[in-house]
T-cell receptor, first 113, second 115 residues
Framework: DSGVTQTPKHLITATGQRVTLRCSPR?????VYWYQQSLDQGLQFLIQ???????AKGNILERFSAQQFPDLHSELNLSSLELGDSALYFC????????????FGQGTRLTVV | AQKITQTQPGMFVQEKEAVTLDCTYD???????LFWYKQPSSGEMIFLIY??????QNATEGRYSLNFQKARKSANLVISASQLGDSAMYFC????????????FGAGTTVTVRA
């Protein structure tokens, strides 16, 4: 158990819909990262939050947004979903100041039909 | 920009034998970190081992060791005494320079351990 909790584990939704993925980082970790794993793009970094503020942005679509709350949990919002958004979405957390480890949650498998 | 290359899409290894998974990287940052992760068929990403660019010795964690050749920009993972449970996808990843903590991943290598 990595200590990073993601919910839900599976999500099936229709095109055009909006979903929210949730992540609770390991105790003491201030940084949360979101990654997308798809068959054609591989594992890609989406966005990072550190202690409530956005720190880095990757290949995140404008239809996607994220936030980190005061209790440090994070949510990734995906809207106007398309078939191509079907993927495994991972959350990871780390202590950043000494980043020799980065632990991933179990992922949320999103299927858009 | 950072780039991670894993040239072996798939490998077969006999149980109890060692296997080496190749990883090369490209970066202009003097300070970086290299990670290996295991992804079994269940999908989770399991952290295996870390090597910092300034570490003098190769990292080891149990049956996993990292063969770090800085001049060649390679960070190969060696799994010794393979077990059936080692069958999985393995990803090499790199963290960038100072204040850049996101990971860039290679395409992965699928390892199948045969009994």
């Amino acid at each position: 158990d990595s200590g990073v909790t993601q919910t839900p584990k599976h999500l099936i939704t229709a095109t055009g819909q909006r979903v929210t993925l949730r992540c609770s980082p390991r105790s003491g970790d201030l940084s949360v990262y979101w990654y997308q794993q798809s068959l054609d793009q591989g594992l890609q970094f989406l966005i990072q939050y550190y202690n409530g503020e956005e720190r880095a942005k990757g290949n995140i679509l404008e239809r996607f947004s994220a936030q980190q709350f005061p209790d440090l949990h994070s949510e990734l919002n995906l809207s106007s979903l398309e078939l191509g958004d079907s993927a495994l979405y991972f959350c990871a957390s780390s202590v950043d100041s000494v980043n020799t480890e980065a632990f991933f949650g179990q992922g949320t498998r999103l299927t858009v039909v | 920009a950072q780039k991670i290359t894993q040239t072996q899409p798939g490998m077969f290894v006999q149980e109890k034998e060692a296997v080496t998974l190749d990883c090369t990287y490209d970066t202009s940052d003097p300070s970086y970190g290299l990670f290996w992760y295991k992804q079994p068929s269940s999908g989770e990403m399991i952290f295996l081992i870390y090597q910092g660019s300034y570490d003098q010795q190769n990292a080891t964690e149990g049956r996993y060791s990292l063969n770090f050749q800085k001049a060649r920009k390679s960070a190969n993972l060696v799994i010794s005494a393979s077990q059936l449970g080692d069958s999985a996808m393995y990803f090499c990843a790199m963290r960038g320079g100072l204040n850049d903590y996101k990971l860039s991943f290679g395409a992965g290598t699928t390892v199948t351990v045969r009994a």
